[in-house]
């Protein structure tokens, strides 16, 4: 089975960078489609970025131009890099991988079979 394994939240300033990490065990995600999604309390999980098994990434319109999503086939992990954070950013970040042979400019909005357990970041 797929384990997703989050890391690198924590306390950010507003205007600061944080970069977080998933790695993928158990299997090979080369293939697949990945990508993160966030939650806030009394919000409903959003998807902030994904990424094709060929590199097509694609952001929700809040993060775009600050959020960077990218995926290292080797080592089997997914990373997003997040700069000039502001407090409205402030979420768990959950990594989640499907899709498995996808083909298509961006991956199904549905395409997480597979999710970690999150990484809390905090702007202020």
């Known amino acids: 089975d797929v384990q997703l394994v989050e890391s690198g939240g924590g306390p950010v300033e507003a205007g600061g960078s944080v970069r977080l990490s998933c790695v993928a065990r158990g299997y090979n995600v080369a293939a697949w489609c990945m990508g993160w999604f966030r939650q806030s309390p009394g919000k409903e999980r959003e998807a902030v970025a994904s990424?094709?098994?060929?590199?097509?990434?694609t952001y929700a319109d809040s993060v775009k131009g600050r959020f960077t999503i990218s995926r290292d086939k080797v080592k089997n992990i997914l990373y997003l890099q997040m700069d000039s954070l502001k407090p409205e950013d402030t979420a768990v970040y959950y990594c989640?991988?499907?899709?498995?042979?996808?083909?298509?400019?961006?991956?199904?909005?549905?395409?997480?079979?597979?999710w970690g357990q999150g990484t809390q970041v905090t702007v202020s």
């Open positions: 990424i094709t098994a060929d590199n097509r990434a």
């Open positions: 989640a991988a499907g899709a498995l042979g996808y083909i298509g400019a961006k991956c199904p909005p549905d395409f997480g079979e597979y």
